[in-house]
């Protein structure tokens, strides 16, 4: 089938936040710093989408100058992939605005220097004292931050007339268990209001998964269908070819279910699964997303076998070149059973989603970087075409695709030409590129819009985050606890996870959709020895 045909160019309404502020990252020597957020800062400089007089001071405890932070930054925005092209006059005007503040997080010097150097900049330049701070840093140092933040005055009530807004952004992993969560919460809790607060997910700020609402709510002919009697059952994939890279030493202690389904995948289950809002903003959406997270029916540990399938990778062949086990990745344990891949089957007990079950997997070292979500509807209750056994029926697929390539795709039964009634599946395909010819913004640009704007529609509240939490946490501690059935590793790189993954669908008489990669991307080769399925 055609595509659908390009629209006219259509460019981002957005416009540049009215009021200005100071950004604030803590953990701004580290790699979330210079991989995401200073390149978003610097594609929103580029749109002209950054207020007036905005300024950056990135805090850490490598000893730097405001100069030689400058060009550290400057060389991630060159090397970014993400960033917009580099361009020299933008750079500098932004980097005039950044500054630097060596300082240990817990020790009062670097919270004086903060208050001298926003003074200055807010005097300087006649800015309002609005401050946005970003904790890029590991969960256990956050309650220290939180705290100083309190004690050394830099956190007013949200409504303070004449005085600017304080807000703070969190990154994940919010507390690594649901006893750390809360007491995380508690703790900013005693400094910041809810509503000053925006934890961050960024998938929740990709573009297509905030489509997903748009399809689902905007267009009559979806929502009737969306539902137990139609739909048979939802897969969502989150598949990286990617390993651990640097990172051994977080993985060893997060694993998939903590780095990718206490946040990613359960806000995309719940965004998928959740009821009409009232209104798009406010707490409306948060509180349709929270109803799905509370209806979901906890693992129960008896049946963990046919609920739950982990793995890890072994070594395999990228593009020619020998890439090692998880095992001998660099602060991995070489005994190690930390999991890098997760398949569970979930079901969202609700009067639309009852006995509906709902597929999620991801991974890292798959054959494909894909992130999708595939609807199968449910056949038709009567075929009356006499089929040959050439032609091949399969179920309506709804086909979202959310990364690399964004776009929809439905797939259904067709007529092939000629004399005679056969029928073969066919593809109609929506994409994001086709459509929009615009370069989508990143998540990480849509969503510091969105908290210097003070939208908090795509940020996580505390009772979503401890509804993850308190669904995960108890086969957390199994996996913890015991040693995996079949010992580890237990997928090639390069292949689609352990075969117990293909059979948690085979059970139920269904099969995984394996899209195949995009010519895009480099091809993953499999090295099957020594891989026990
Ligand atoms: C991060 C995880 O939150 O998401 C990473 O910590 C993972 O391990 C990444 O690679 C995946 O994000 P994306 O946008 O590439 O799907």
Not at 378 to 392: G, I, T
Not at 502 to 517: H, I, S, T
Request: with cysteine.
């Amino acid at each position: 089938m055609s595509s659908i045909a390009p629209e006219q160019v259509i460019t981002s309404p957005r416009l540049r936040p009215q009021e200005t502020n100071t950004f604030v990252i803590f953990g701004a020597s580290g790699d979330l710093t210079r991989r995401k957020l200073i390149p978003a800062l610097y594609n929103l400089a580029v749109a002209k989408l950054l207020p007036e007089g905005f300024h950056v001071v990135g805090i850490a405890v490598t000893p730097m100058k405001d100069e030689s932070f400058r060009e550290e930054m400057c060389q991630a925005v060159k090397e970014s992939k993400e960033a917009t092209a580099f361009n020299e006059e933008v750079w500098r005007d932004f980097a005039l605005g950044m500054h630097y503040i060596t300082a240990e997080f817990d020790a009062p010097e670097g919270y004086e220097k903060l208050h001298a150097l926003l003074s200055e900049i807010e005097t300087e330049h006649e800015n309002p004292d609005n401050r946005l701070f970003y904790l890029a840093i590991p969960p256990s140092f956050c309650g220290t931050v939180i705290s100083r933040l309190g004690q050394h005055g830099f956190v007013s009530p949200q409504a303070h007339r004449g005085k600017g807004w304080t807000r703070i952004i969190v990154e994940k992993p919010f507390g690594r268990d649901l006893a750390s969560a809360q007491k995380l919460n508690a703790e900013i809790h005693t400094v910041f209001d809810e509503e000053q607060i925006y934890r961050i997910d960024h998938y929740l700020g990709k573009e297509t998964v905030q489509n997903l609402m748009a399809f689902r709510f905007a267009n009559s002919i979806i929502e009737p269908i969306w539902n137990r009697r139609y739909v048979d059952h939802v897969q969502i994939t989150a598949a990286e070819t990617l390993g651990v890279e640097h990172r051994g030493r977080y993985y060893e202690e997060a694993g998939c279910l903590r780095d990718m389904f206490q946040n990613h995948l359960l806000q995309l289950l719940a965004i998928i699964a959740m009821d009409p809002p009232v209104r798009y903003g406010g707490s409306s959406v948060r509180d349709r997303k929270s109803d799905v997270l509370r209806a979901v029916i906890p693992i129960n540990p008896e049946n963990l076998g046919e609920m739950a399938v982990r793995g890890q990778y072994g070594a395999g062949i990228v593009d020619g070149h020998r890439l090692p086990s998880y095992r001998d990745e660099e602060g991995v344990n070489p005994k190690s059973n930390v999991e890098t891949f997760v398949a569970l089957k979930l079901f969202v007990d609700n009067w639309r989603w009852a006995e509906v079950p709902f597929y999620i997997r991801s991974g890292k070292r798959l054959h494909t970087k894909v992130t999708e979500i595939v609807i199968q509807f449910k056949r038709v209750p009567h075929m009356f075409f006499q089929l040959s056994s050439e032609d091949q029926m399969e179920p309506n697929l709804l086909i979202i695709r959310i990364a690399p390539d964004e776009g929809i795709s439905l797939k259904f039964g067709a007529k092939v030409p000629g004399p005679a009634m056969r029928l073969r599946p066919v593809q109609m395909n929506f994409s994001y590129a086709e459509t929009f010819q615009v370069q989508p913004a990143t998540a990480y640009e849509t969503l510091l819009l969105d908290a210097m704007e003070g939208d908090p529609t795509l940020f996580n509240r505390s009772d979503a985050v401890e509804h993850a939490w308190e669904l995960l946490e108890p086969l957390i501690d199994i996996w913890a606890a015991t040693k995996p059935f079949h010992p580890f590793p237990n997928y090639a790189s390069g292949s689609w996870g352990p075969t117990t993954s293909d059979l948690l669908l085979e059970r139920d008489g269904r099969a995984w959709r394996n899209p195949p990669a995009s010519p895009l991307q480099s091809r993953v080769g499999v090295e099957p020895s020594g891989i026990v399925p």
